[in-house]
């Protein structure tokens, strides 16, 4: 729009407002303009319209209008400068961005610092918390309600340290003009009233006439596209059903469908279908009837003119948000206008309205809306507590709507609650309106719903048909109530209105618990067992919600007197209605007391293990016992001990029910109910529950035990568990039940778990209230006792916590005070090991302990015991002292009912008496005395008297018959606790005077037993017992083996002879002088050759042994082979956008581009075969067997398992070795070395040993050929025969050579040589089976074809075999130079530190390269030749030599040379179709092949060698006057030629040490390959760890026979000099690049990661990879090997790889790593380890916490750092290739990741 038609517009908006027409002039001029700027396309996901045009001509008008100006430019900038600083952050996360939480300082874990925020306040030093946004949320930086202190970062930390400024509405509005406040006033409704009435219209809906368009002209690509056909998303349906549907629906290809499918997940829903209603309706029908299940997706027909506006009105909100972000009070004005009513909405605000029509919205006007309102309700007070008022008002019709919507909570307009509900201010009011009663009530109606017919929540799905789901959605009522929780007011902040209002709300809570209590309810069977399972988690769902509300509610209610008074009260009288139903009494007698009891058989009536009344009441309780306060339950006043002591036999009932069933689901009692009840009570012992239920059932019988009389409140407990019978003294004498064995099994075991809970009961004193302990003390206490069964890591820790005491601010501080920090290494994770002098807290019978823990703490304190040379007794830890509230709990111990039990229990220990006794109650008795006599002792010392224990005991004889008992010989396993016991009695009366009379601290004091004499002797006669029986035995063992060798005396002898003939031979090398050895050439110490002839070999499946031989059976190593990109020095990002724009790509393709030509290896090596070996052998034929038997089986698998991906794949050949399961692909044939004959280098005659400046004159001479008049070749120019790539031609142009006669007499040198030396004419491996086995020959031929087909992902290489040689050759070289790679990484020796997978790998495969020409023909191997030599003795051949990996051209000229045409028919050998084999034995020739390579690489090194890297030291400059002056002529006239100019070329004064160091690399791989070619031993020097270039290249040089000077080598070979220089000349030629690389190769190395975790996740969220920028939805992974960040197992990034669409990462893994990659899930904080598109695993990640242990998912949110020993573990699982073994492991022993879709990620 220019100029003069905005100012018409805007006059013409101006009048409009003047004549108070604005709103009708606006929705005209959008009415009007809208349609012809939005318009349909034959692509429905692409609508076609320009965003910067409809801002110009239809929003940027009322801006102006707004401001009365026509500036386009920084028109609000005057208006920004007028704000008030609120020193608040409030900067907006984007999905996956970092956030942190100060667990010291944050009032609640939902307040967060953005990352600037954090690195610049003080709480980067305190205990904080990281963690990853799900975006939305705001910074919290500058609020003090969020922080206890510390609230503002440098940043935003208000000037003299002055709180932040309280900014309200009116404040706001008052900083702007107010002719901008009338215009905004004007302006901002009808702009909200558009986007309203637009956003909310619905299927069936038209929309207003004055948003009828004129009648106007369409345009050709209008015409026929009256409607669309809108997708909408929905939480149902699966990504592959939308494209499903949608490819069958629109006829459209899976990328069209994908791309369809992205948008409505993304943005909530998408027109698919333009055109008229009758083709609309077709495509809406039959999407609907494809999508059925579980229900049809959701489709709307709507007129383009309607959908049009809506996509404007959603441009609209994003307008309004941006002017609210103008300035402060244009959102002050936004924030009246969306609380006023408008027309459109009736009396509702605008804000109301928007929120209740929330599930008519899809997710892209859903997050409009939401975003608007904390854009600007949250910025100030008043409009955030407005706010929050009208959303708890409405509160129940939305949760109502979002209960019945299909979306996630987050898309929810409920989810606003976090926001809201967190602030401490606006709870408080929400409270005192009494809002947050109406909030509760909403969850209330929900559950009355559920109820069955005793108003109990009822679950089960035969009454309670209705979706599960729905109830579920329901429970986050429960997470909002919690944000109000969370801070607990000060004594001052309580108000009348804020009590009365928590009241109500706290009656809210009580009818949801009233409907809890005893639902779920079970009884016991006895006949049968359980029809089906009852559906018990959904009770439990609620109950884990529930645990933190009632936490809570009790920190609100113990805050205040009066709330606590009144609460106490209102459950007091739950707790009774809930036992008016039980009304029947019963009187019961124990020794001689009587006293009345609640008839109930926990064992035959119905019974239920959630009582959540009771239990709150428990907590309550305790909080009041100690403040003297009065409650009136029941319209009679009185202090609250009185109270509980009215009802206590009713309020411990249901506690002591749940008890009784535990007890006896563990006597066995209720096997019959199912795992449904045996689940249910492993929740209730469990840390999650037991705060809220084990422990509070405790506290509430403790409790009553503190207000009860003692023998009263034993009978209850006595009768309750059924033992009234048992607890007489006659029960022996009465007669069995019918069911007598099981009968008397469950007495004894419900007997023990009486006494547990008796010693629980009085024993457990950690609870603040109950002892005089604080809350530290109690988590010392449980940590003490976790520590006790095993040493712990934090995450083992912190998972068998409790949630309340895992979240404790002190729990680093209190660990570390009980426990010892220790780490075996740094890649390993840590645990805690208790400090020794807590070890005597430990408490054999602690309460939290299950089963299994009680046993392995017990073993665990008996090793440490023994260890330590200590007695093992664990006699009970002195108790913490009872508060005084509680201090009558002790009374239980010394009345007479306790006495009568011990001493009756006691007396039947001395009977053995098994109807009533076993040693379960024994010990559990002893302990119970133990306690007693602890209470004693405190008693005395604080000189109180009302405690009697010790004097009812010695009436009633109990420590006289523990005398008894000690001198029982069946008293062996609890003797020690007896002595204990008695010692301690003896302590406290000091009866014996020559003891120290000091007090005896039995916590720490373990007394060790002293037998009596008749067990001394006892004892005694045992120890002569069993030493006569060990010398009798021992006698016997010399006997025999004094006869064997009397027998067997010349067998022994011959055994003798090598043992003593290998101590001299090792001896007597020290003694004589070092001897150089030497590898290669004519005068190599084949002597020295280790054979390996008598070396026996098994295989491991038949166990037959035999040497290595040619003629026998043929061995085969198992072996892996896949395509590597390790050590590749490509541009691996050049390669991967290369891919990326593909349509769709190929494995296949992807193997021929990444390979190229494996004869000819690029130095940067992008890709090659690797062949890995575990190092296990077996026959040929057994291995074929065995593979065939594997096929089998798998074949033999149902469907449905094969097409699951499992951790081997037969259809790639893949199996397991059959003795350590590593994964294997290859078998690799085992050849002998070289022997004695074939390393000779000529048969039958003197040796004759071509030099070398002969051999490289015959070699130019054969291979340096002109193109001459008459012969037929493809160039018609002057050119030299090398630049041709036909190997035919090549070879008919060698011919021409032959008629050369100077030429001719050089060649015949080498033929003459040729023509006699057996191994140039090689062996028939067809026709000499006496020589070589068919089996040998086989094994090779299919090596070659795993190979090629591993590698180029190929099913067989017979048309390629060019390519399969030369990729065999390819895997050699690369292989050794792996290894060699791995062995320098590590420093380690070349020769000496292979690990045996390593040597045998080497071993097979060097020497099966070296067979690998008997499974081809010679034309083959013969074009090969001639190709490479004509490369290397033709500079100027389209190859350029200098471009090649040196090594692998030396693997491949050594195997290529002895098939070189040396007579004019082109071959040698008089085999000419049948396959023949030429070995490489380390001859001469090989030699003089090593020489011209050795030269062509350091021609290598100068290409690499730039000017800037010259070292310039004293210790140089004595190579200035160098020993090699033809090497400085040599750099010197290279980099002249390189730089194409005349410049004076500074050689380095350290050039030597340049090339020592530069051809190290190569060296050792040469010197690895022809050591187990030959077989020959290196010298010593070459086994030594720690070696440098500079200590090792003198050794490798002799070894290889290399001289040590460049001048001397040339001077003595003009031939070879010339080749040099031509090499020299050539290098800066047409064609040649010049560019420099590095030399050597650096080792492989992952991309550089920061140090802190958070600056990965900050990476990840400002980039993460994806194409589709949605941040509700990336998951960025991070490639470990190059840094690209992608977005991983997530349908908006996909793409085609050999008709299959893939994820980013395993498109990636395939391009970058060749089909194996290793990704870091920055969200999950997990490694992912791909191997191909079908098999994956997770891993622990590289970042860990202060403990070691990396957080998955970020669950505990420490601190996490980059630990470089883990990063290197990776890194070796890298460098070895050992990530598809890993993988595969990983898949076998994890079932469920064979589930994954892992070609998704």
Not at 352 to 371: E, I, N, P, T, Y
Not at 926 to 950: N, V
Not at 1733 to 1741: E, L, Q, R, V
Request: hydrophobic letters at 40%.
């Amino acid at each position: 729009m220019d100029a003069k038609a905005r100012a018409s517009l805007l006059q013409a908006i101006q009048k409009a407002y003047e004549e108070d027409k604005l709103e009708e002039k606006i929705r005209a001029h959008w009415a009007a303009h809208v349609p012809s700027l939005i318009t349909p396309g034959p692509q429905p996901i692409k609508l076609q319209y320009d965003d910067d045009q409809l801002s110009a001509l239809l929003l940027e008008p009322l801006e102006a209008f707004i401001m009365g100006t026509l500036e386009v430019d920084n028109k609000f900038d005057a208006l920004k400068k007028n704000d008030i600083p609120t020193f608040l952050c409030n900067r907006s996360f984007r999905a996956g961005e970092p956030t942190y939480s100060c667990r010291d300082c944050a009032v609640d874990a939902t307040c967060v610092l953005c990352i600037e925020c954090f690195k610049q306040s003080t709480h980067k030093n305190h205990r904080y918390k990281i963690s990853s946004s799900s975006g939305g949320g705001y910074c919290d930086c500058g609020d003090p309600e969020a922080w206890k202190k510390d609230c503002a970062c440098s940043q935003h930390e208000p000037p003299d340290g002055a709180g932040p400024p309280s900014i309200d509405v009116d404040d706001a509005k008052k900083r702007l003009p107010r002719d901008i406040v009338r215009r905004c006033h004007a302006v901002i409704p009808c702009a909200l009233s558009y986007a309203y009435q637009l956003l909310c219209l619905r299927d069936g809906e038209g929309l207003s006439d004055d948003l009828l368009s004129p009648k106007r002209a369409k345009s050709e690509e209008e015409e026929g596209y009256e409607f669309a056909t809108v997708l909408y998303n929905d939480e149902t349906h699966t990504y592959e059903q939308v494209i499903s549907t949608l490819c069958r629906t629109l006829e459209c290809n899976h990328e069209e469908a994908l791309e369809y499918a992205t948008v409505v997940d993304h943005e909530g829903r998408s027109p698919v279908k333009f055109g008229s209603y009758a083709d609309c309706e077709r495509v809406k029908n039959f999407i609907e009837r494809n999508s059925r299940r579980p229900q049809p997706l959701r489709v709307d027909i709507i007129p383009t003119l309607m959908y049009a506006h809506q996509v404007f009105a959603l441009k609209v909100m994003n307008w309004i948000q941006k002017l609210a972000d103008s300035c402060e009070g244009f959102k002050a004005l936004i924030c009246e206008a969306c609380l006023q009513a408008v027309p459109i909405t009736g009396e509702m605000p605008l804000v109301s309205a928007l929120l209740l029509k929330d599930v008519r919205l899809w997710k892209a006007a859903r997050g409009a809306c939401h975003a608007l309102f904390m854009a600007t309700f949250l910025t100030f007070n008043d409009a955030k507590i407005e706010f929050s008022r009208l959303f708890a008002r409405l509160y129940p019709q939305l949760m109502t709507a979002f209960i019945s919507d299909d979306h996630e909570h987050s898309d929810s307009c409920t989810s606003l609650s976090v926001q809201l509900f967190t602030v401490p201010s606006v709870a408080r009011t929400l409270f005192a309106d009494k809002l947050v009663e109406v909030i509760i009530k909403s969850f209330v109606l929900i559950c009355q719903s559920r109820r069955n017919d005793l108003g109990r929540l009822s679950f089960d799905r035969t009454t309670q048909p209705g979706n599960s789901t729905q109830f579920k959605r329901a429970l986050y009522t429960l997470y909002d109530t919690r944000y109000l929780l969370n801070t607990v007011p000060t004594p001052d902040l309580w108000t009348p209105g804020l009590r009365k209002g928590f009241i109500g709300a706290f009656e809210q809570f009580l009818q949801i618990m009233i409907m809890m209590e005893g639902m779920d309810f079970h009884t016991r069977r006895t006949q049968s067992h359980i029809e089906y399972e009852t559906d018990w988690e959904p009770a439990f769902n609620v109950q884990l919600r529930m645990g933190p509300l009632i936490d809570m509610l009790q920190s609100w209610c113990a805050s205040d007197d009066k709330v606590l008074a009144t609460c106490i009260e209102k459950l007091t009288v739950a707790a009774i209605d809930a036992l008016s139903a039980v009304e029947k009494w019963e009187k019961k007698e124990v020794a001689g007391v009587i006293c009345e009891c609640i008839e109930y058989d926990v064992g035959s009536q119905a019974i239920s293990i959630h009582h959540p009344v009771v239990r709150m009441l428990a907590g309550l309780v305790t909080s009041g016992l100690s403040r003297s306060l009065t409650v009136q339950p029941f319209n009679t006043r009185q202090a609250l001990g009185d109270c509980v002591n009215s009802y206590a036999r009713e309020l411990m009932e249901f506690p002591l029910r749940t008890l009784v069933l535990v007890a006896q689901a563990s006597a066995g009692m209720w096997r019959r109910n199912g795992y449904a009840l045996a689940n249910q009570i492993f929740f209730y012992q469990q840390p999650r529950c037991r705060e809220e239920m084990l422990d509070k059932d405790v506290l509430m019988m403790q409790a009553c035990a503190a207000v009860m009389k003692a023998d009263e409140f034993l009978i209850n407990i006595i009768n309750k568990f059924g033992l009234v019978h048992w607890a007489d003294e006659t029960f022996d004498a009465t007669p069995l039940r019918t069911d007598g064995d099981d009968s008397i099994r469950q007495t004894l075991y419900l007997a023990e778990e009486f006494f547990y809970c008796l010693m629980v009961f009085i024993g457990e004193r950690y609870y603040p209230g109950l002892g005089k302990v604080t809350e530290d003390d109690c988590l010392k206490n449980e940590i003490i006792h976790q520590l006790s069964i095993q040493n712990m890591s934090y995450s083992e820790l912190v998972k068998n916590l409790p949630e309340q005491e895992a979240k404790a601010s002190t729990l680093d501080d209190v660990v570390r005070d009980v426990a010892v920090f220790k780490r075996p290494s740094a890649a390993s994770k840590g645990y805690f090991e208790l400090k020794p002098e807590f070890t005597s807290h430990y408490n054999m019978f602690f309460y939290h302990y299950s089963r299994i823990e009680h046993s392995k703490a017990e073993d665990t304190q008996r090793k440490r015991k023994k260890k330590d040379g200590e007695e093992p007794v664990f006699p009970p830890p002195c108790p913490p002292e009872f508060t005084d509230a509680f201090r009558n709990v002790i009374h239980v111990m010394d009345c007479d009912v306790f006495i009568h039990l011990m001493n009756l229990t006691l007396r039947r220990a001395l009977s053995h008496h098994p109807r009533s006794f076993s040693e379960g109650q024994l010990v559990r008795v002893l302990f119970l005395i133990g306690y007693a006599l602890h209470e004693e002792k405190r008693a005395r010392d604080q000189q109180k008297t009302d405690y009697k224990f010790m004097d009812k005991a010695v009436d009633v004889g109990i420590f006289a018959t523990l005398r008894e008992l000690r001198n029982q010989k069946e008293s062996e396993a609890y003797r020690a606790l007896i002595e204990w016991i008695l010692q301690f009695y003896e302590t406290l009366t000091k009866v014996e005077e020559d003891k120290p009379a000091e007090p005896m601290d039995v916590a720490e004091n373990v007394v060790s037993t002293t037998p009596e004499p008749a067990a001394s002797d006892d004892i005694e006669e045992r120890r002569r017992r069993a030493a006569a029986r060990r010398d009798r035995i021992m006698q016997q063992m010399k006997q025999a083996q004094s006869s064997f060798a009397i027998q067997n005396v010349g067998e022994l002898q011959e055994i003798a002879l090598p043992d003593d003939h290998s101590a001299k031979a090792a001896v007597t090398p020290t003694a004589a002088p070092v001897e150089s050895l030497l590898v290669l050439g004519a005068e190599r110490n084949v002597q020295r050759a280790d054979l390996d002839l008598e070396e026996k070999l098994t295989c491991i499946l038949c166990s037959e042994s035999h040497v290595v031989n040619l003629t026998a059976d043929a061995f085969v190593a198992v072996a892996y082979v896949q395509r590597s990109t390790v050590l590749s020095q490509a541009d691996r990002k050049h390669l991967m956008d290369e891919f990326m724009d593909m349509p769709a790509v190929t494995v296949k393709d992807l193997c021929q581009k990444l390979m190229g030509n494996p004869l000819f290896m690029p130095d940067t090596m992008p890709c090659a075969p690797h062949v890995s070996s575990c190092g296990h052998l077996l026959h040929a034929k057994c291995w074929k067997t065995y593979f065939e038997s594997v096929v089998a089986r798998e074949r033999r698998r149902s469907i449905r398992l094969r097409t699951n991906a499992g951790s081997f794949d037969v259809t790639k050949n893949e199996f397991r070795c059959p003795l350590c399961s590593r994964l294997c692909n290859a078998a690799i044939p085992l050849f002998p070395p070289v022997g004695q004959k074939e390393n000779m280098d000529v048969v039958g005659g003197p040796l004759l040993v071509p030099s070398l400046n002969t051999f490289t004159a015959a070699l130019a001479a054969l291979l340096v050929v002109q193109h001459k008049p008459g012969i037929r070749v493809a160039s018609e120019d002057e050119a030299l025969i090398g630049t041709l790539d036909d190997a035919y031609q090549q070879a008919l142009a060698i011919r021409v050579n032959f008629k050369d006669p100077a030429k001719a007499a050089s060649i015949a040198k080498i033929r003459d040589i040729v023509a006699v030396t057996e191994r140039l004419q090689g062996i028939d491996v067809k026709n000499s089976t006496d020589v070589v086995s068919d089996a040998h020959v086989e094994a090779v031929r299919t090596f070659q074809n795993q190979v090629f087909q591993m590698s180029m992902n190929a099913s067989s290489p017979a048309q390629s075999e060019e390519l399969c040689i030369s990729l065999n050759w390819a895997a050699c070289s690369y292989s050794v130079q792996t290894i060699e790679m791995c062995l320098r990484y590590e420093n380690k020796s070349l020769l000496g530190s292979f690990s045996s997978r390593q040597y045998l790998c080497l071993k097979c495969l060097t020497r099966a390269s070296c067979w690998s020409s008997s499974a081809y023909e010679t034309k083959v191997l013969t074009e090969h030749a001639v190709k490479l030599f004509s490369a290397l003795f033709n500079p100027l051949s389209s190859r350029n030599v200098l471009d090649m990996d040196a090594f692998s051209l030396l693997i491949n000229c050594t195997h290529a040379f002895p098939w070189l045409p040396w007579s004019e028919e082109g071959f040698t050998a008089p085999y000419v179709d049948a396959p023949v084999c030429r070995l490489p034995v380390g001859d001469s020739f090989d030699h003089h092949l090593l020489v011209i390579v050795y030269l062509l690489h350091i021609l290598q090194v100068f290409k690499s060698v730039s000017y800037d890297i010259v070292e310039r030291s004293d210790s140089d400059a004595s190579h200035s006057s160098s020993k090699d002056p033809t090497l400085r002529k040599l750099y010197a006239a290279f980099v002249h030629r390189l730089s194409g100019s005349d410049v004076t070329v500074q050689v380095p004064p350290n050039l030597e040490r340049i090339i020592q160091e530069r051809t190290w690399p190569f060296l050792r791989c040469c010197a690895i390959f022809y050591h187990f070619i030959t077989g020959i031993p290196a010298s010593e020097a070459l086994k030594a760890e720690g070696q440098t270039s500079e200590s090792e290249s003198a050794d490798l040089m002799a070894y290889l026979g290399l001289p040590n000077s460049v001048t001397v080598l040339l001077d003595e070979n003009p031939a070879l000099n010339d080749l040099v220089h031509r090499w020299i000349f050539n290098v800066g030629g047409p064609g040649r690049s010049g560019k420099i690389s590095s030399l050597p190769h650096p080792f492989p190395s992952f991309a550089p990661l920061p140090h802190d975790y958070t600056d990965v996740i900050n990476r990840a969220s400002q980039n993460s990879g994806c194409r589709v920028e949605a941040d509700d939805r990336r998951s960025p992974a991070m490639c470990l090997v190059c840094g690209a960040l992608l977005c991983s197992q997530s349908m908006c990034c996909q793409y085609k790889l050999d008709n299959q669409t893939v994820g980013a990462c395993a498109f990636h893994a395939a391009i970058c790593g060749a089909g194996t990659g290793i990704f870091l899930r920055v969200r999950e904080n997990q490694v992912l380890m791909l191997h191909g598109t079908n098999k994956g695993c997770f891993g622990a990640s590289p970042y860990v916490d202060a403990y070691g242990e990396p957080d998955p998912f970020l669950r505990r949110g420490n601190p996490l750092h980059l630990s470089v020993e883990r990063l290197e573990q990776l890194h070796r699982h890298y460098m070895h290739h050992d990530v598809a073994d890993e993988v595969s492991h990983a898949m076998d022993q994890n079932g469920t990741l064979a589930g994954f879709d892992w070609f998704h990620f």
